[in-house]
């Protein structure tokens, strides 16, 4: 049997062009086997077409769930500092690994405007 993790993914879409700054949010909940993808495909935005651009799209994949633990690969990303501050010029291809309850925060590497993704790990079966 497959082990799967119930996955929490919070997606927010900032800019401070806007005064006052601006963002919107939406979430997602899926059960994720190994090599499942984590992509804006997601919350229901399409994949570009152009080759530059769908690039510059996020991924986030499950690579390993293992009893209480899930391994995850990310691109185009960075993991936010604990201060929540992005990190400009941290890795933007790198695995981290979360427990059940546990909560990363990612975010693109951007300065005015981007995304940060938080992702939760519910439940491992």
Known sequence: ???????????????????????????????????????????????????????SFYEIVVDRIVQDVVVFAYRNLVVDNRDGTINLTAPTVDKFILRWGETKNLSTPTMDAGTSIAITVNEIR
Do not use: N, R, Y
């Open 1 to 55: 049997m497959c082990a799967k993790a119930l996955i929490t993914l919070i997606e927010t879409h900032w800019s401070g062009w806007v005064p006052g700054g601006h963002s919107s949010s939406k979430s997602a909940q899926v059960w994720a086997e190994e090599k499942t993808a984590l992509s804006p495909e997601v919350f229901g935005h399409m994949k570009s077409e152009h080759p530059d651009i769908a690039g």
